[in-house]
């Protein structure tokens, strides 16, 4: 066997053990799966057709609330939308967001800051934490609103501290709620990023 045969062959090889050795947190989480995982609202489909889905099946509204998801319309760059989770009500034009699929691909951010810049102060419009800047990024998003879990605690927060990490059981509020919880607090951690800001989870579904 000459030189290039066995280098071809041993390169086979090498790539076939890289594929069966990749770890499963490389199956990275969609903003929709995460935060129907962690708020209880069972919706599914892309983002951009949460807004409409959720009409007649829960309260929308135009004021945050912790446990409610905020849902983004779809912009040049974000054809889908978005959807991410309130995790507390800092003030009418404040909130923290916990989501998936933002700052990196398949990334969970935690308690991130997100502001209404909206001149109606209606929360059309927002800033969110961008991770690579370290701040807020400095693109403006359009959303459609709040869909409203409808558990959501006294006081209008969560349980949850700021923190740049997997969200985890923290919710006591309904059955449904304990047993998402308990499933994410289960999933493998994948890799961190070297700031502590993004932690990389297997996709639950």
Not at 62 to 80: E, Y
Not at 184 to 197: E, S, Y
Request: charged share 15%.
């Amino acid at each position: 066997m000459n030189f290039k045969a066995l280098a071809a062959r041993f390169a086979l090889v090498v790539s076939c053990g890289l594929m069966t050795a990749t770890p499963a947190a490389a199956q990275f989480w969609q903003c929709v799966t995460f935060a129907r995982s962690v708020s209880g609202i069972e919706i599914r489909g892309n983002a951009n057709t949460w807004w409409d889905q959720a009409a007649g099946r829960y309260e929308r509204g135009h004021s945050p609330k912790a446990g409610s998801v905020l849902a983004f319309s779809p912009t040049s760059r974000m054809r889908v939308g978005h959807v991410a989770m309130v995790s507390k009500v800092v003030s009418d034009r404040e909130v923290l967001l916990t989501h998936a699929n933002w700052s990196r691909p398949g990334a969970v951010e935690t308690n991130v800051r997100a502001i209404d810049v909206s001149d109606a102060g209606d929360w059309s419009k927002v800033k969110v934490w961008y991770g690579p800047q370290g701040d807020l990024g400095t693109s403006v998003y359009p959303t459609k609103g709040f869909i409203y879990s409808g558990h959501a605690p006294a006081g209008d927060t969560l349980d949850t501290q700021p923190s740049y990490q997997m969200a985890s059981a923290t919710r006591t509020v309904t059955a449904t709620q304990r047993a998402n919880a308990a499933q994410l607090a289960t999933i493998q951690h994948g890799p961190t990023d070297p700031r502590g800001i993004f932690t990389l989870v297997n996709e639950a579904n």
